[in-house]
């Protein structure tokens, strides 16, 4: 992983003193709030419901175990014990004090992270393929690309008041396991007409109110131009996006607005100017950031699986919880955080520091965060997989349930965030409760649910093969049901069926919807091919059916 140098830390350590002395400021009233309010944005702070709200930036989701042991150790001392990841691969701690922030800057600090430009109107975090550099489909391992894009994005001074907020999502896979086309702007690392690795990019990408799925403005960018190309799009997006409706800010509504053509005629003519100057990446960069990200030193084993661990508890954890790897004898290991009774994404001090150590005996010291919400150990060897289910297991950390219909994507929601219209957290219980039998869920198969409390999305609920949105009726939380969203490689909008339901029916709305599945699936369908093949209107009507009469 990406390692500080003298410049990355001075930066970074003069940020934490320049927030102290603001924080110290603001607390004492020689700042207001509308004075503070666009410092604490640029270093990650909001004004949640019942305290701040602190989002820590994890590039790309890659995280050292060091790292990971302080982020526990911040949960435990400044926070209720526990962090929530995010679908952008950060961490949120929900309950710190505003007079304890700068003391987390300066601990992050010291293991080389930050808070910097995880929220306001600027570039946020790129994010990425959390099996990037392991996957065996991959043509390029996309993280370098990320790095470089970070170092390029951090502190851009003509970019720190965008209309609005900036997502850049990188992808190096025909995969799409970085939900790229629902970005702001998505890169693709494809191949050109000769051969040579470059890249595709997508702009107009997002959700929130206006969900749109992103559009292609180059086919084929050489590698050399991805910086100055990323640039004439911010260029075109900061000059020409709107500034007087919060709502219509995005890139989004301006591509659209545009139109993808003249959108393109424009890029292209703000490119031209700037194409051949000093964002041109040089190959000896590339190769710089690329040696931050050489391959571990891999033991030459056998391509077996575990000779111990014949339980099955164990033999549906390997099957669901881990994936291949591109070395053999390896294997990659999710660690579920959708345990029934825990808040999807909630890990507690105790288990980050556990997983940090764990990583540290299985997996080179490495962890990864995934977008949904689960984490990672990327360098797993699989005959090791049957005692490391056994420290998991009994930290209740191997629910075995990854791709499933209980590993939800769930924003916090109105228990947390003061935008919500409605409670997330308790309905992702409420499901959970009724599908508790393991065995249903693997014979539904992939199955993507996906949970916002309001308008803005975080919990990607329009691109779920079944999305929840909270909305308000009159003071009351009711509950909006789409299906076939997707967010991969072949991303779609999900189709509200109907009305929406309460609270207490939505396990049972849920229940009807697969019922249709179960019933109308040919072979090894999905249920999202399943709804693309027979539309919206038989799931509609099995839910929505007048009750029959006694």
Not at 260 to 286: H, N, P, Q, T
Request: a negative charge; one cysteine or more; aromatic letters at 8%.
């Amino acid at each position: 992983m990406y390692r500080y140098d003298v410049m990355d830390k001075t930066l970074v350590d003069e940020r934490v003193r320049e927030f102290r002395d603001q924080t110290r400021r603001f607390l004492a009233g020689e700042l207001s709030d509308d004075e503070f309010k666009h410092l604490r944005l640029r270093n990650g702070l909001y004004i949640q419901t019942h305290a701040p709200m602190l989002r820590v930036a994890i590039p790309y989701g890659l995280l050292s175990s060091a790292q990971l042991r302080m982020l526990g150790s911040i949960a435990r001392r400044y926070d209720r014990g526990y962090g929530h990841f995010t679908t952008r691969q950060n961490i949120q701690y929900n309950w710190p004090k505003l007079e304890t922030v700068p003391d987390i800057l300066a601990d992050l600090a010291t293991v080389e992270m930050h808070a910097i430009q995880t929220s306001g109107n600027c570039i946020r975090n790129t994010t990425s393929d959390h099996l990037a550099g392991v996957t065996p489909n991959e043509l390029e391992d996309p993280r370098p690309w990320c790095e470089i894009i970070r170092q390029w994005s951090t502190f851009h001074p003509e970019f720190t008041y965008l209309p609005r907020k900036f997502k850049i999502a990188v992808t190096g896979a025909a995969q799409d396991r970085a939900a790229s086309l629902v970005h702001d702007v998505g890169v693709h690392i494809v191949r050109g007409p000769a051969g040579e690795l470059g890249f595709e990019i997508l702009a107009g990408g997002g959700l929130g109110r206006t969900p749109i799925i992103g559009q292609v403005v180059r086919d084929f960018l050489p590698r050399e131009h991805l910086l100055s190309y990323l640039e004439a799009v911010l260029r075109v997006y900061n000059l020409e996006g709107r500034r007087d409706n919060l709502t219509k800010a995005r890139i989004k509504i301006l591509v659209k607005s545009l139109g993808i053509e003249e959108f393109k005629k424009r890029v292209e003519a703000e490119w031209e100017l700037i194409k051949d100057g000093a964002l041109k990446v040089s190959e000896a960069e590339i190769v710089r950031i690329r040696r931050f990200f050489t391959p571990p030193d891999y033991r030459t084993l056998p391509d077996t699986e575990p000779a111990a661990g014949k339980e099955p508890a164990f033999r549906a954890w390997y099957k669901y919880n881990t994936a291949e790897h591109k070395v053999p004898g390896y294997r990659v290991v999710y660690i579920s955080l959708k345990k029934a009774d825990v808040a999807p994404g909630d890990a507690t001090d105790t288990q980050m520091e556990l997983i940090a150590d764990l990583a540290d005996r299985y997996s080179f010291g490495e962890v990864r965060v995934t977008h949904t919400q689960n984490l990672l150990l990327a360098d797993v060897e699989q005959e090791k997989t049957y005692e490391l289910w056994q420290t998991l297991e009994k930290a209740g950390l191997a629910t075995p349930n990854i791709g499933t219909l209980t590993d939800m994507i769930c924003c916090p929601g109105l228990d947390f965030c003061s935008l919500a219209n409605a409670s997330s957290i308790d309905v992702a219980r409420l499901i959970n409760e009724r599908f508790d039998d393991y065995d249903y869920q693997y014979d539904l198969g992939e199955l993507e649910v996906k949970m916002s409390g309001c308008m803005n999305a975080c919990g990607h609920h329009h691109v779920g093969h079944i999305g929840i949105l909270g909305v308000d009726k009159g003071g009351e939380a009711w509950y909006q049901i789409t299906i076939g969203g997707a967010a991969g490689a072949d991303a779609s909008l999900g189709t509200v069926i109907g009305p929406s339901v309460r609270k207490a029916d939505v396990p049972d709305t849920i229940a009807k919807l697969l019922a249709v599945y179960v019933e109308h699936r040919q072979g090894e369908e999905r249920f999202l091919d399943t709804v693309r093949r027979l539309g919206v209107k038989p799931f509609k009507e099995r839910v929505y059916a007048a009750p029959v009469a006694a």
